[in-house]
């Protein structure tokens, strides 16, 4: 018989093992939990009609708890017998979050599931696990719902029968989401399904690993709730999901937001796993990036601050930063916006600017429906690798005919133009200011930033700023990036662009008809854009190509024209007096 002076720091010991292979391995972390262990301990060592794999190990409690544990074990050894292997640990130093992935570590079955030290169990709970994985070989975890009972007072003393044991399948979705949310003391899982994941790290802690779990296991099959209460939970102040915060890196600092925050960190490595092993498509991934980012910003407004994690398994540095946030915010506008409008956005782009036009369609490429590219190339073997729909022109084609291809292939309502040598630090939230400002004015024709280095810049074009917002009246826009509504995108379908291939004078006729119509062009002063100060070819050509172009506006829109340039000279003359 194991006695207790056997049992070195930190190893595991086998107290009793039987000459029956284990089917399922029960892991009972332990720590300074004296007043309920026996009595937890004895429903494990209860189970019935099934071989377990019982592991206890006690994290270096502060107590009797290992003591009392072993007593409990070596007296119903004594008393009743086993058909179990128990196994058993005495810590010689806290391991806090790297405990239960210690215990897994060390299991030998598959199959397997948690056993708090201060919860009860039900005497059938292995058994019907193992014949639940058994009879669904796709079913990855299941859980059970519990009864809850407070120190104190003691839990209904009868059992449920086991008998029409019913299953619930969740979604993705719904694991990530934590509806309902699946406590780790109530899982059993496949071992081999998340084996494709890194070791449970120990910044991400305890009460992150049953968030973590969940997922991995959605993601290699399906994840159920049995309908029976196979758990008895007790409640009190050294319960094991208060005592992690204890914990000196988390003590009175975060609290749950920071559990909620680090398992949905880990939930994003994972699904980027997930997807590099392709459990799982490049939709479904966005999809459930998607979620994992709500969690992430929720737990961010709770903390109200950045929290920057190490994941030690991989060696690479995690980060919650604002431009999770940012993405994620902007993903909400543009989808609220989209059930108003439809935006098609094109990037222009051409020899040596398809690497900037490639960088700023990844950026965008998840937050809208419509994504294009027009380019051309001097080059006629180079295909840029777009992630988009891509339209090629030929190489002597420039910004004219090109802009007339994007509107022969818009198949939205409105229309955002992006040229391929531009940059933004925000690209989703100009796409956010673009569709807010045509959503919430209908007088709006056309949309713009403002754009640096264009010598239509917005000392020579204002007019009057609109009260209360960031957006400016104004005369001209340049073509540099601008939004159309969709009269505007009617009208310019209806000109013929075969003699500019320039393309001077398209803003105007898309200013001149605005106005011509009552609609507005604005200048949206909060997002600024960089354009370099470059052109590959010369002003007198494109100007009179522009002049012949401007002679199909009628003559509503020839006096809108006039109108706009004569206060754009005004201006100028202004402005160097």
Not at 514 to 527: G, H, Q, R, T
């Amino acid at each position: 018989m194991t006695r207790i002076s056997q049992f070195a720091s930190g190893a595991f010991v086998d107290v009793y093992r039987s000459g029956k292979k284990p089917q399922i391995s029960i892991l009972m972390p332990l720590y300074s939990q004296f007043r309920f262990v026996s009595e937890s301990i004895e429903s494990v060592l209860g189970q019935r009609n099934i071989v377990a794999e019982i592991i206890i190990s006690d994290d270096a409690s502060d107590d009797d708890t290992f003591n009392i544990a072993f007593e409990t074990v070596i007296n119903f050894l004594n008393n009743h017998g086993t058909i179990h292997h128990v196994v058993m640990r005495k810590g010689g130093e806290r391991l806090w979050r790297d405990h239960l992935p210690l215990m897994i570590d060390n299991s030998s079955c598959d199959l397997v599931c948690q056993a708090h030290g201060d919860d009860l169990f039900h005497p059938g709970r292995a058994r019907l696990f193992v014949q639940l994985f058994r009879s669904h070989p796709e079913i990855t975890m299941a859980c059970s719902p519990f009864e809850l009972f407070e120190e104190g007072r003691q839990p209904s003393e009868a059992w449920e029968v086991l008998q029409d044991v019913r299953i619930t399948r969740y979604k993705i979705e719904e694991v990530i989401s934590e509806s309902p949310y699946l406590i780790g003391a109530s899982q059993a899982w496949r071992r081999s399904s998340v084996a494709g994941f890194s070791r449970l790290d120990r910044e991400f802690n305890a009460v992150s690993h049953d968030r973590i779990l969940p997922l991995r296991a959605a993601l290699r099959g399906a994840v159920c709730l049995v309908s029976s209460k196979l758990l008895k939970r007790r409640k009190h102040y050294l319960q094991a999901s208060k005592m992690m915060f204890f914990e000196p890196e988390t003590k009175n600092k975060f609290g749950w937001a920071l559990t909620r925050m680090s398992a949905a960190i880990a939930m994003h490595y994972d699904l980027t796993v997930a997807l590099e092993n392709k459990y799982i498509n490049k939709r479904e991934f966005n999809k459930y990036k998607d979620l994992v980012l709500v969690k992430l910003l929720n737990s961010c407004v709770r903390m109200n601050e950045v929290l920057k994690v190490q994941t030690k398994a991989d060696r690479q540095i995690a980060w919650l930063d604002y431009d999770n946030i940012r993405e994620l915010k902007a993903k909400k506008a543009i989808a609220k916006s989209e059930d108003v409008i439809r935006l098609h956005v094109f990037i222009i782009s051409w020899t040596e600017k398809h690497e900037n036009s490639a960088a700023i369609a990844r950026e965008i490429v998840n937050h809208v429906s419509s994504l294009t590219v027009v380019y051309s190339d001097r080059d006629d073997s180079i295909v840029p690798d777009f992630p988009c729909q891509a339209l090629r022109t030929p190489d002597n084609w420039y910004w004219g005919k090109k802009f007339k291809t994007c509107l022969d292939a818009c198949g939205s309502d409105y229309m955002l133009v992006i040229h391929g040598d531009t940059n933004c630090s925000d690209w989703p939230g100009l796409l956010v200011s673009c569709m807010d400002g045509f959503c919430k004015s209908e007088k709006i024709g056309i949309w713009a930033p403002l754009i640096d280095f264009t010598p239509f810049d917005l000392r020579k074009t204002f007019m009057q700023r609109i009260s209360g917002s960031s957006l400016h009246i104004v005369a001209q826009t340049d073509m540099i990036v601008v939004g159309l509504a969709k009269p505007v995108v009617s009208r310019l379908k209806e000109l013929d662009y075969e003699d500019n291939k320039y393309g001077w004078g398209i803003g105007w006729a898309a200013l001149a008809y605005s106005y011509a119509n009552k609609l507005l062009a604005v200048v949206d002063e909060k997002v600024r854009v960089f354009h370099p100060r470059e052109r590959g070819y010369g002003d007198k050509d494109a100007k009179k190509k522009m002049d012949i172009f401007l002679q199909q506006l009628n003559t509503e829109e020839q006096v809108q024209y006039l109108l706009l340039n004569s206060h754009i000279n005004m201006r100028k003359m202004k402005i160097l007096n």
